[in-house]
């Protein structure tokens, strides 16, 4: 029956009302103008963020646990192992001079530089740098642990004390071997060398700020490692 002299009213199967060129209003909102269909933008993002929550969901929820060693390819990092390298890392990441190579030290107070005495070849002073062999030293790493030995490139003659290691000893240069630790200063590639011997103990300036010393290995006994 018609509802109006000039408009007719029609339903489709279920019973929906149909505008007059016959297609449903639900159909419309889905279907371009030339009755191409249009895609759902809106419900493909639900759908999408659907999964990334369940994603989240599942990872937080699963713990990690390492996996059996039959399922672990050959190369592949244990958690242990993970840990292990991270801390490895963290500690790698103070530049230590590297074993075999030449430095200049370099005092951080004065900026001057450790100098073995070319009258006697064994007292040790601090002096402006001038890139004589006098003023290069190798540091060389005793494996294992961190026990170094620091030897001149002039002579051949190791960093170490002429009397037994106490305080206020003088540091000179000895034909044995001194075994010193390097412990991390302030600055990056700065380091105190520490007696192995005593760890309280440390090269220093003497009072003067020529002569070197066993100090307080607390108390201004940081030098710079400069490869030359």
Same mark, same amino acid.
């Given at each position: 029956? $018609? $509802? !109006?002299?000039? @408009? ?9 009302? #149909?505008?007059?060129?016959?297609? $449903? +209003?639900?159909?419309?909102? $889905? ?6 269909? =249009?895609?759902?933008? %809106? @419900? ?16 937080? +929820? ?12 050959? %190369? ?5 192992? =993970?840990?292990? %390298? +991270? ?25 001057? &530089? #450790? ?30 642990? %961190? ?5 001149? =490139?002039?002579?051949?003659?190791? #960093?170490?004390? !002429? ?21 991390? !200063?302030? @600055?990056?590639?700065?380091?105190? /060398? ?17 002569? &070197?010393? /066993? ?8 030098? #710079?490692?400069?490869?030359?």
């Amino acid at each position: 029956m $018609s $509802s !109006g002299p000039f @408009e007719s009213r029609m339903n489709d199967r279920e019973g929906r009302a #149909l505008s007059p060129d016959g297609v $449903s +209003a639900s159909r419309r909102r $889905s279907v371009g103008p030339l009755g191409q269909r =249009v895609p759902q933008a %809106n @419900e493909d993002i639900r759908k999408a963020q659907t999964r990334i929550v369940h994603c989240q969901h599942r990872a937080t +929820a699963s713990p990690l646990r390492p996996r059996p060693l039959h399922e672990r390819s050959r %190369n592949q990092p244990t958690t242990a192992e =993970v840990m292990y %390298n +991270a801390r490895d890392r963290k500690q790698e990441s103070v530049s230590v001079p590297q074993s075999g190579h030449t430095y200049r030290l370099s005092n951080t107070r004065t900026r001057t &530089v #450790l100098d073995m005495s070319m009258k006697d070849w064994r007292s040790l002073s601090s002096a402006a740098w001038d890139a004589s062999d006098n003023q290069k030293w190798v540091a060389e790493r005793v494996e294992p642990g %961190n026990s170094w030995t620091i030897r001149s =490139v002039a002579t051949g003659l190791f #960093l170490g004390v !002429g009397e037994r290691a106490q305080l206020g000893a003088s540091v000179i240069a000895t034909q044995e071997q001194t075994f010193w630790e390097l412990d991390a !200063g302030r @600055e990056p590639s700065t380091f105190r /060398l520490v007696a192995l011997t005593n760890p309280r103990l440390g090269v220093q300036l003497g009072p003067t700020g020529r002569g &070197v010393i /066993l100090g307080d290995s607390r108390e201004g006994c940081e030098w #710079l490692f400069e490869q030359v």
